[in-house]
């Protein structure tokens, strides 16, 4: 696959490990093997850098993962536009900013809010960075740390264990963060322990306390206007927390297998999807100091587990990634949801993040597809497939580019926002990224280009993008 300038774009086409042989379960739960035979293959050359965009890209070195540059903490990569470096660590051209690189764990969760970026894996540690250097971190007990969302003041991590730790920073030492509570807190299981009416089963013959997840808490999701934190588990259920109190208002079962992800979306309504294939909408009705959710609509149903949502609440858009590669999305248009596929990964999609009109969906075939959606037509188009990792993208994180560089002067005009992109793998790695809504259209020239299929819902297809004739009222 090559741009026109006779660069070649990199697009790994060997049988991918991840995309073959894989059961609903394990994907469910992120396990991949450990010796990626794609990584140790010297055959695949792998290039450092992005290929933003077929009349842009120019050919660049191959990857030199091993070297002294690259294995520093905060390694600079050298793009092709050299003359737009500047020293304010602002790169006017789209494309990789760098790689921070610390071989500690694999990369499970990321986290950005202005200039500071927060890094989970399975090495128990949480590092903060700031400015894109190491500023400061933290441990939990736990071991791998699955999701992070940031409150105020307050950092909320998931982890395997089940439980939700929540960290502050703090006053006295700027940088130094304290565990300040978990979820369910002591208090609350204890008063949970001695009332029979809060446990449910869990397993065949064994029962626990409705506010406790028994399983790996898979995601988070934050209703920051009415102060809630959704939390999603392997456990199947689904739970509902104030923040104010950390009280669980709510426990729902949700779903027949493990749901990996959880968000709250807009006009009330709160999207699951689960390893038994379903993308789940359930509509919040509050009574009283609590809550009360109900099913009101399944968007998919199919064979292949549900690994990633992401929700753009400004346009009351959906969308779902899965382990046979495909990104599912629904628009809501007054009581119905319609929508579409966009094809363009070889294997599983296992993050989603939103940025303005982009959609960024990472891949265990280690790429990450850029998609904007035209306003107008309602159209989405793959602007770019960024490359350079070398194993599974796990995560992603997004902020825009003049929340992250105080002072830059960044055009803030509807389709010419900058954002700043940050994908953790299970190389150990993440790597930074600028996109904007202005790049290119990626096409590709020696084979079929990614693609967008649009859906009605007149006639729904199981499998690939069906969804109930039950319309979500308001």
């Known amino acids: 696959m090559r741009n026109e300038t006779g660069g070649t774009m990199v697009v790994d086409l060997q049988t991918d490990p991840y995309n073959n042989n894989h059961s609903r379960h394990n994907l469910s739960r992120g396990i991949f093997p450990p010796d990626d035979p794609i990584i140790v293959n010297s055959n695949v050359t792998h290039q450092r850098f992005s290929s933003v965009s077929a009349s842009t890209m120019s050919s660049g070195p191959a990857s030199g993962e091993g070297s002294p540059c690259v ?39 990321l986290a950005a809010s202005g200039d500071l970026l927060y890094t989970g894996s399975d090495s128990k540690n949480i590092r903060v960075w700031k400015n894109l250097k190491e500023h400061a971190g933290f441990k939990s007990s736990s071991g791998l740390i699955k999701a992070i969302v940031i409150f105020g003041d307050r950092i909320f991590t998931g982890h395997q264990d089940g439980k939700i730790r929540i960290w502050k920073v703090s006053k006295r030492k700027p940088g130094k963060h304290k565990r300040v509570g978990t979820l369910p807190t002591f208090k609350s299981m204890v008063k949970s322990s001695v009332n029979p009416k809060h446990f449910m089963e869990v397993r065949r013959n064994r029962n626990s306390v409705k506010t406790k997840h028994n399983d790996a808490v898979s995601s988070l999701s934050l209703d920051v206007e009415l102060g809630f934190l959704y939390s999603s588990s392997w456990d199947t259920t689904i739970k509902v927390w104030r923040i104010s109190d950390s009280k669980c208002l709510e426990s729902i079962h949700a779903h027949d297998d493990a749901i990996n992800s959880v968000m709250f979306g807009f006009d009330d309504l709160v999207f699951t999807g689960s390893a038994d294939g379903t993308v789940k909408v359930w509509k919040r009705e509050l009574q009283g100091k609590g809550t009360k959710h109900t099913l009101a609509q399944v968007l998919l149903k199919q064979e292949n587990a549900v690994t990633a949502l992401a929700v753009q609440s400004k346009s009351s ?46 891949s265990a075939d280690k790429n990450i597809c850029v998609w904007r959606r035209d306003p107008s037509d309602k159209s989405h188009q793959c602007l770019s497939v960024l490359t350079g990792h070398m194993g599974p993208v796990k995560c992603l994180a997004v902020e825009e580019e003049r929340a992250c560089h105080k002072g830059t002067k960044a055009s803030v005009a509807e389709g010419d926002r900058k954002w700043i992109v940050y994908s953790g793998s299970l190389d150990k790695s993440v790597k930074v990224w ?41």
């Not at 990626?442 to 299929?453: L, V, Y």
């Open 71 to 109: 294995m520093s903490p905060w390694a600079r990569v050298s793009p092709p536009w050299g003359a737009d470096f500047n020293e304010d660590n602002v790169l006017e051209t789209n494309g990789l900013i760098g790689s921070i690189v610390r071989k500690e764990g694999h990369i499970y969760s």
């Open 317 to 362: 858009i959906v969308y779902c990634g899965s382990s046979d590669g495909l990104v599912n999305y629904w628009e809501r248009s007054k009581r119905s949801f319609t929508g579409g596929i966009l094809k363009g990964h070889k294997s599983a999609v296992l993050c989603l993040a939103i940025a303005g009109n982009l959609l960024l969906s990472g």
């Open 434 to 474: 600028r996109v904007s809504e202005r790049m290119a259209t990626w096409r590709e020239m020696d084979e079929p280009a990614a693609s967008s299929e649009r859906k009605s819902s007149s006639s729904p297809h199981e499998g690939s993008g069906a969804w109930s004739s039950r319309n979500v009222e308001k």
